[in-house]
């Protein structure tokens, strides 16, 4: 059975080492092209975790695996790294217009788009391709984007730790153990993770060990949870901009190379505090910014409004019009 065509490719890193950031940043883009009656094509890895499917689908799209892909209308999304050569190639000659998430500033030739949506982010795209750089084009779920000022309490009493459904690089019980040795008996420790996560027992028999912890598995619906939080200790992809959105003082702690624009800029810009790279992590720093912060309500006030300030949460929809439009440019002179 032929499949129906689309408007639009949208090829996804959904493999466990990669996170959910893909997953969910492609999930909100295509929501924002599907209301302006675009058909989106989700096209997953091969060894994808099972859930990834699921999740497309209910919300609504269809959802295929590796080789044998329709001609878009309009163009190819790639929200993934690392392509192999022949999927490269097999993208580029079926499809009008190339659109990348350029995370890691790579700037390839073969895309005609280039997305980064890291706060500070500067356009350094060639006068050939686009660019969609900067905060302007970050992507939030819109459940993160609340019209309401987020309240600064005078006194730290919760505080959530939250490195992603996976968190491949431990730093999950790096932070427990940072905290550990903290003075924070008076204060409820949320640590958030998925069951699936690579380090799960780890994490379950450490939270186990303090009184004061509680392990929250595969929550449904983290804007809720972090608006009740004081503070938020996490890793910098999509979960920095979310917490950011909502208006949530936090420290983020790098965990991987394509994060490190998006920390970096939003910490220069007062969005948050940057603790280091997970791999040569300073301890004793990270302990140090959790006691500054508790103990300058001021200090966590000024951020919370800096941080919505700089995520409007409109970055999607932004990049769904002027994909439109291009595309329908592109159409009316005939390229």
Known sequence: ???????WLIRVGS????????????QVLAECLKKQSQKCLIVLDEDTLPCWADFFRDHD???????????????????????????LQALSEQSPLMVLFDDLNAHPDWAHVLVNGAPGAIDETSSAQVGLIGNTYSVVNPRFCRTEAYVVAKDVSRIIVTFGMVDSKNATCKTIEILSQLSMQKIQIFVVMSRSAKHYEQVVE???????????????DMSV???????????????LLERMALGVPSITV??????????????????????GVIGSLDGAKLASQVERLMADDKGRQMMSNKA????DGDGAKRIADRLISITNNNKSNGE
């Open 254 to 275: 790098c965990l991987a190379d394509n994060q490190v624009a998006n920390v970096r800029g939003s910490a220069s810009m007062g969005g948050t505090l940057f603790a």
């Open 1 to 7: 059975m032929s499949l129906p065509q689309y408007d």
């Open 206 to 220: 450490m939270v186990s060990r303090l009184a004061n912890a509680e392990l929250v598995v595969d929550c449904d």
């Open 61 to 87: 799209f269809d959802v295929i695996f590796g080789g044998g892909l329709p001609v878009p209308k309009s163009g190819t999304i790639i929200d993934r790294y690392e392509l192999s050569v022949n999927e």
């Open 15 to 26: 493999k466990a080492s990669a996170g959910g950031g893909h997953v969910f940043r492609s």
């Open 308 to 311: 919505r300030l700089i995520i």
């Open 225 to 239: 949870l972090m608006l009740g939080s004081d503070l938020v200790i996490g890793g910098g992809g999509v979960s």
